[in-house]
């Protein structure tokens, strides 16, 4: 497996949130504003005016409609920026229609968006499958780093990134990923704890398992990390989100970082939801995604 050589510092200039004005959406404000502070960014404010209906009779386009549509959409937007916690940072306002992650496919590539930071209701199980999840298909399709922010995060006064946990799969490169997270634990002199988890094994191969799996994951963390970090190594062996999500309650983790696939096949594509969905409705922090 590549092992990272060094890290680079992180550089968010653009950082997207998109809105729908609901509490979910709210709740992900904080944490875009505690990263444009630290990082100087800019913050795009987006919201998505949801495609007129077919209609089956052929009518004249009513631009009042339009125009009552968009000036509330406006309204919103002007509420959101007196929020205090945009103070000293710059902000623009983006108002489309169409389909949500059309949309902001294709605000990403247009404003050279570093990050999006969404928040979500955290649908699970046949709700999700019911009602869908434009969550979800944002942090699957989207060519940059996505936070979600869950309905069961845990609101600070202060976010601080002292504990980052960086779960991988040791089947794929992890050089995207933890170059991110290594970055950001550099930025915030962080606790690093990068873990492994290998379900299905028998208890009587368990410490064999755990020394080869730690040795493995020590050989990813730059020597160089250490200097500023303070890195760990963990094995657990419980179903993938389960051990994601008790390992992040017992360290108290700000931030979890971890990869995403494009579709839901990974190599626990037998499982019967996506690791990173039953992460994100139940984790007690963000989550940052990035794609591979």
């Known amino acids: 497996m590549p092992t990272l050589s060094k890290v680079s510092r992180l550089s968010l200039k653009n950082i997207l949130v998109p809105t729908d004005f609901s509490s979910a ?10 990263l444009a502070q630290t990082y100087g960014s800019t913050v795009l404010l987006a919201h998505t005016i949801p ?5 089956q009779i052929v009518t ?3 631009p009042e409609e339009d125009e009552v549509v968009g000036g509330n959409a406006r309204l919103k937007m002007d ?6 916690g945009f103070a000293g940072i710059p902000v623009k306002t983006l108002l489309d229609r169409g389909d949500v992650d059309d949309v902001i496919s294709e605000i990403v590539s247009e404003h050279a968006i570093d990050l999006v930071v969404l928040g979500t209701h955290g649908r699970r199980g046949v709700s999700k499958m019911i009602l869908g999840s434009e969550a979800e298909r944002i ?8 936070l979600t922010v869950g309905p ?8 601080g990134l002292r504990q980052i946990l960086c779960p991988i799969d040791t089947s794929e490169d992890p050089a995207q990923m933890l170059g991110y997270a290594l970055s950001l634990a550099e930025e915030h002199q962080s606790r690093f704890i990068l873990m492994q988890v290998i379900p299905l094994v028998p208890w009587q191969h368990q410490a064999e398992m755990e ?9 990813l963390i730059p020597e160089q990390s250490k200097d500023w970090c303070s890195p760990e190594c963990v094995v657990r062996w419980e179903y993938p989100p389960e051990a994601i999500l008790l390992e992040a309650e017992k360290r108290g983790a700000d931030l979890i970082v971890m990869s995403v696939h494009r579709s839901h096949a990974t190599s626990w594509s037998h499982l019967p939801w996506p690791i990173a969905s039953e992460v994100i409705s139940q984790a007690p922090c963000p989550v940052l995604t990035i794609r591979v």
Do not use: G, I, N
Not at 25 to 33: D, G
Not at 79 to 84: F, I, R, S, Y
Not at 152 to 159: A, D, G, I, L, S
Not at 211 to 219: F, P, V
């Open 25 to 34: 959406s709210q709740s992900a404000l904080p944490f875009a504003q505690a």
């Open 51 to 55: 495609p007129e209906p077919h209609r």
């Open 60 to 62: 004249d386009h009513v």
């Open 79 to 84: 509420t959101l920026l007196e929020e205090p």
């Open 139 to 146: 942090y699957r399709s989207a060519t940059c780093p996505v």
């Open 152 to 159: 069961k995060v845990q609101h600070k006064v202060e976010w």
């Open 211 to 219: 020394e080869r799996s730690r040795q493995t994951l020590e050989k």
